[in-house]
Every structure is written in structure tokens, then in C-alpha cells.
């Protein structure tokens, strides 16, 4: 029942760990805030769930559950794996150019998206061209209603593979126009399309892709 933040940390060698947050309900009001490592809380029935900033960035092992908002937000080069994200409006996103992994959490029955990419990847040319991908792997990503996985805003360098994804009404993997090109890796990903008008297999090119074929 905080107005702005359940807890909250600013450094990259904190650790929060354990905790059982809940009820920052005011807009914009966030759960867990903090760099270092976040690992284990339960987080529930806030506005926002929990929001993870820095390059350094552990978040793992939680329970992010029934948040108005988003469950995880992610930013920076930091690490999301091995949470249970279910019951938000979207499960885990990514902001604020994201270098980092999204690895092994299960995510399900979220309002939205099941896993929303947002300004992922970059291009540096420092002593030579190079690029940084974000890694989207063994996920399990369930989506009654709404996307599996949403790839939008500028998200350039995005590595999505060996990811279980259902989207029952809605896409399996959704990628915006913006985020086609320079580079999309999509391979080893099971992508469960149900016999329902509104189940699609993916979005590429302006256009649904409704059978593997298709989105091949």
C-alpha cells in the first residue's frame, strides 16, 4: 500500500531477494525497482510488477503475478531467466535499447502479450561494425488471448529460438514493420497455432501468416 515503490534499489551490487510485495496500486506505482540482483520475490497485485534497470542485471527465479501494468520490465544488457510471469496485462517487456537475455521463464495467461520486445539490439561501429543481439530463448510463452511474442518499436538485432509459443487468439510471434530489418533470428521455435478464427501462427510483412509454411 505504498504510493511509488514497494522497494526500491539504485545500485548494481544490491541484491533483493525473498520478498513478498504487493499492493502499490497508485498509477504508474511499481512493486520491486532496482538494479543488482532480484531474485526469488514474490510480486503481486501492484500497478507495475517489477522493473529492472542497469547493465548488470539479475532478475530471476520470482513469481510476477496479477500487476495492472507489465509483470517484468526489463532494460540495459540485464538478464530476465527462470520466472513464473502470469495474470498482468503484458508479461515481460523490454525498453530503453535492450542487450540482454529473456531465458527459460514460463509466461502465461497475460492480457496483452505474453513477451513484448521493444528497442532491442544495436549497431556499434567502434574500432569496427558490429552488432549486439538480444536473446529470446527457451521460453514457454501461453497466451489464452493476446500475442506470444510481439517484436515492435526499432527492435533491429533480435536473436527469438527454442521458445514453446501459444497464442489461441492472437499471433505467435508478431513483428512490426519497424523491427524487420537489419536482423531477425527465428529457428528451433515450436509455435502452436490452435483451430480458432483468431489463432495465428505469425505476423510478417503487413500480413498474417497462418501456417508454418507460411511464416517460412
Not at 540482483?37 to 496479477?66: K, Q
Not at 499471433?171 to 521455435?189: C, F, K
Amino acid at each position: 500500500d505504498n504510493t511509488r515503490y514497494g522497494i526500491y534499489s539504485n545500485s548494481t551490487t544490491t541484491q533483493v531477494i525473498g520478498n513478498t510485495v504487493y499492493g502499490q496500486t497508485t498509477a504508474n506505482a511499481t512493486g520491486i525497482s532496482g538494479s543488482g540482483l532480484i531474485i526469488g520475490n514474490t510480486v503481486y497485485g501492484n500497478y507495475s510488477g517489477l522493473t529492472s534497470s542497469g547493465w548488470t542485471t539479475a532478475v530471476a527465479g520470482n513469481r510476477v503475478f496479477h500487476n495492472a501494468a507489465y509483470g517484468i520490465s526489463i532494460t540495459g544488457a540485464g538478464t530476465a531467466s527462470g520466472n513464473r510471469v502470469y495474470s498482468n496485462s503484458i508479461g515481460i517487456q523490454t525498453v530503453n535499447q535492450f542487450l540482454g537475455r529473456i531465458e527459460n521463464n514460463l509466461v502465461y495467461a497475460n492480457a496483452s502479450q505474453g513477451i513484448q520486445v521493444n528497442n532491442a539490439g544495436a549497431t556499434y561501429s567502434s574500432p569496427t561494425t558490429y552488432h549486439v543481439w538480444a536473446q529470446i530463448n527457451n521460453n514457454t510463452v501461453y497466451q489464452p488471448v493476446g500475442d506470444a511474442i510481439r517484436i515492435q518499436t526499432g527492435s533491429t538485432y533480435v536473436s527469438l529460438q527454442n521458445n514453446i509459443l501459444q497464442a489461441n487468439a492472437g499471433y505467435g510471434i508478431y513483428v512490426s514493420a519497424d523491427s524487420q530489418s537489419p536482423g531477425l533470428i527465428s529457428d528451433w521455435n515450436l509455435l502452436v497455432r490452435q483451430n480458432l478464427p483468431a489463432s495465428r501462427t505469425g505476423f510478417w510483412g503487413g500480413s498474417d501468416r497462418l501456417t508454418l509454411a507460411d511464416w517460412r
